[in-house]
């Protein structure tokens, strides 16, 4: 028999968990060979896409003529709700969430008309010649108008342990407040985008920037009214998505999909910035409400607190933001009372959506920033009343929600942490130069985070993956994960390649498809190489397992003999080269594929009591921050980030630093430079970059270094005792925001110059100057 074997690697990289293996793509992505929807050529006949959007925040559509639009130069279709055979809904957990405007339109930036023309340009000149007669409705467009009016997209939510009101009216002292956050745009590089194919027998294949094609599948066959195995969708990679493309896809997808089965001809949609801005939700804005009951030395004893967030014209996925924030009300803090509201507020505005954190970054800056008055309230050093705070030992223990914090070591990393910075020393070092500069005032903090892993919907908590084996010894891994940046893919590579014994090299990772691994979840909650890596292992263990039965056949000893390893199998003490091996199980019959599966174990959640483990661990992290601000103008610079995070036994430390630098950078944009701003018409005014500041090189700050915390373990038996990474970091963004508000307090000493996120220079000037103003 021939032997057929993969050509050989240059540099074998073996056992590869642990190892700092640089990310598959990241060649390609240097040299901009790697492929991206848009990238795909063009099929012959291929179309592109505009949409009319909506002018009008709310609004009865009276008529729609689209005559002229279907006459003008190139135009191959153009339909509206009435045109779509199937169901016209994209809603990933309520119904009626419209792909077109179904009849009333809900927002400014609400796609109305689809068009398919020859090119862009010509879909777009088409759109103006569309005759729409609207007749205005009532617009809610804030949140404060939503909550007076009690509107919402579904009903309010509320997790509680202790008798709250009771704590309250016994704690030595009380604080209410009222606070807020921003929202932010995902700003991926790559905005959304789909390309449809319409195959044979009224099927359809879409490659969609998507981090849920499963979900995608669904959504597309609804609105074509075919079910899911006539639908494959496929994803190779996404120029970021940071949750943005975690259910929004679809109406990308299913707009192209429309197109492409009136026209017959493959149509890609290609949303521009602008539109892209206009169209698609971003991370909920929330006004916080709150009443905080503590002691002395500032031991919380009670929190009543109230999160209202915009979740804007449907419901989309806010029910379970608002559910995280709730979740991360209390942070790495032990309270004996809370009482934790939720309201997901319907605005006529467009549908936020999942952003890197899912809610929690909302809850955790709320909580920092209680703790923060908490602690100047008392005269307290902020560090002091958080260290008091923190969990455990025994009986503080448990969360509002009824999970046990079995793993609490925030304790630990901050210690470490302070330590590092000289906390103590740059506290002296820090108020000596603020009373000797009345114009620059320089403030310092450090706080930790503790954010839960696991999606709170537990029957996402599951993954597969399809391993193949071919007969020359080279290794095809699919799961249903997918890849946005973060890595995801090496780190599954090399998972399965150490299960093997192989070169990491060895392993191809091929594109994310529905028709490979089937009813997929989205990439998202960071449980992305948990879960799929899981599945993986279990998908090549199988197949290992098969191959060692075969080697141990041929040498007459037991299975448990069969070592894999640097490329080669050994038994009863010959060695054979893998692909050998693979090439001689192959003769003899041995099946070289097989599937993966994987589900969470403990996890348990009753939404209704509120009550239950959620999360399989906490993953953990801490940052300090010293910024500088300028009292005459408030700008201000963030001039030192110290991170130090905890990734369990790392899979790829180089991998998992890039997450913490960049979701902490991301974090910091949304609470310092990122503003959404809409007018009084609820017309979104920041969407382009020329309007909308997200962090550049300038931005970051002065001295930066984040580092992995060392001794980190996982107390759960999870992939090779690593931990979930691609959100927390974001969460420590509450440092920078509370140095620039120790700053502010620097400026007016005695008072408390209330920030609220994004701490814009406009922000800060103005609570410097509120406060001094005696408000
Ligand atoms: N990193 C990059 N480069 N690009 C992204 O879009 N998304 C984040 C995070 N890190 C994102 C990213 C979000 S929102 C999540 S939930 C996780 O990656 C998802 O991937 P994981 O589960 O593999 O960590
Ligand atoms: Mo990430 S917000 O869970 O996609």
Not at 182 to 201: M, T, V
Not at 222 to 243: D, I, P, W
Not at 697 to 717: G, S
Request: net charge neutral; charged share 20%.
């Amino acid at each position: 028999m021939a032997e057929r074997y993969a050509p050989a690697i240059a540099e074998p990289t073996f056992d590869p968990i642990g190892k700092s293996a640089k990310h598959d793509s990241a060649a390609l992505h240097v040299s901009g060979e790697a492929v991206y929807v848009d990238d795909v050529p063009m099929p012959k006949g291929g179309l592109e896409t505009y949409c009319l959007l909506s002018p009008k925040p709310h609004a009865k559509i009276v008529s729609i003529d689209l005559e002229d639009v279907l006459n003008s130069p190139g135009v191959h279709a153009a339909i509206c709700w009435k045109d779509i055979p199937g169901r016209n809904d994209v809603g990933p957990i309520f119904p009626n969430e419209p792909i077109l405007a179904n009849g009333v339109v809900e927002y400014i930036g609400q796609p109305v008309v689809a068009i398919a023309a020859d090119n862009v340009k010509r879909a777009r000149a088409a759109a103006k010649k569309a005759k729409i007669v609207y007749e205005d409705l009532p617009a809610v467009l804030t949140i404060d108008d939503a909550m007076a009016q009690k509107a919402y997209v579904a009903p309010p939510n509320k997790m509680e342990r202790g008798d709250v009101a009771a704590a309250l009216a016994n704690a030595p002292h009380r604080l209410k407040g009222e606070f807020a956050n921003g929202a932010q745009d995902h700003f991926y590089l790559e905005g959304h985008i789909a390309l449809a194919h319409p195959l044979e027998d009224g099927q359809m294949r879409v490659l969609s920037s998507s981090q849920h094609p499963s979900e995608v599948q669904k959504m597309v066959a609804g609105c074509l009214n075919l079910s899911a195995n006539q639908v494959t969708v496929e994803m190779r990679r996404m120029g970021g998505g940071f949750g943005g493309k975690e259910t929004q896809p679809a109406i990308f997808a299913c707009i192209a999909s429309l197109l492409a089965r009136r026209t017959g001809h493959a149509v890609k949609y290609r949303v521009d910035r602008d539109d892209d801005f206009m169209i698609s939700g971003k991370r909920h804005d929330f006004r916080v409400r709150y009443e905080v009951g503590f002691d002395d030395d500032g031991n919380l004893l009670a929190l009543d607190i109230e999160y209202a967030a915009r979740a804007g014209h449907v419901a989309d996925l806010s029910t379970s933001i608002v559910d995280r924030a709730l979740f991360h009300t209390t942070n790495t803090y032990f309270i004996p009372a809370v009482r934790a509201t939720g309201y997901p507020c319907k605005t006529h505005t467009q549908s936020n959506t999942a952003f890197r954190g899912f809610g929690g970054p909302q809850g955790i800056l709320a909580a920092e920033h209680i703790v923060d008055r908490v602690a100047r309230h008392r005269g307290l050093d902020p560090l002091t009343v958080r260290r008091r705070n923190f969990y455990g030992p025994a009986p503080r223990v448990q969360t509002h929600f009824g999970q046990t914090v079995e793993d609490f070591v925030a304790d630990k990393i901050v210690a470490d942490l302070a330590k590092d910075v000289d906390y103590d020393k740059r506290r002296k070092e820090i108020d000596a130069f603020n009373a000797a500069n009345p114009i620059l005032k320089k403030g310092m903090a450090l706080c930790a985070v503790q954010f839960g892993i696991s999606f709170t919907a537990i029957q996402f908590n599951q993954a597969g993956a399809l391993v193949h084996v071919y007969n020359d010894g080279s290794i095809s891994l699919n799961h249903g994960g997918t890849e946005m940046g973060q890595g995801l893919h090496v780190k599954i590579a090399q998972i399965v390649a150490h299960e093997f014994g192989v070169a990491l090299e060895r392993v191809r990772i091929t594109a994310t498809d529905t028709g490979k691994v089937p009813n997929t979840s989205a990439t998202a909650a960071s449980a992305g190489s948990d879960l799929n890596g899981q599945a993986a292992r279990r998908a090549a263990a199988e197949i290992k397992q098969r191959l060692a039965q075969f080697v141990a056949g041929l040498h007459g000893v037991s299975e448990t003999d069969v070592a894999f390893a640097n490329g080669e199998v050994r038994a009863a003490g010959k060695t054979m080269k893998f692909e050998e091996v693979v090439w001689r199980a192959y003769n003899a019959r041995v099946s070289l594929s097989a599937t993966g599966f994987y589900a969470t174990p403990k996890i348990h959640w009753d939404r209704a009591k509120a009550w239950g483990r959620p999360f399989f661990y906490f993953a953990y992290g801490a940052a300090y921050c010293e910024a500088t601000i300028d009292t005459l103008t408030g700008e201000y610079k963030i001039d030192r980030a110290e991170i130090l995070h905890d990734t369990g036994r790392s899979l790829n430390p180089a991998v998992d630093l890039g997450q913490v630098e960049g979701g902490f950078i991301q974090g910091m944009g949304w609470v310092t430079s990122e503003e959404i701003w809409f007018d009084k018409t609820g017309r979104l005014r920041t969407h382009a970059p020329s309007t909308y500041k997200i962090p550049i090189a300038r931005d970051m700050p002065t001295q930066f270094r984040a580092r992995l915390w060392a001794p980190a373990e996982n107390v759960e038996e999870t992939v090779h005792k690593s931990k979930a990474v691609g959100e927390p970091p974001l969460t420590l963004a509450a440092a920078p925001f509370l140095a620039l508000q120790d700053a502010c307090a620097a400026a007016v000493p005695g008072r408390y110059p209330l920030l609220v996120a994004p701490a814009t220079p406009e922000r800060v000037l103005n609570a410097i100057d509120k406060a001094r103003a005696g408000a």
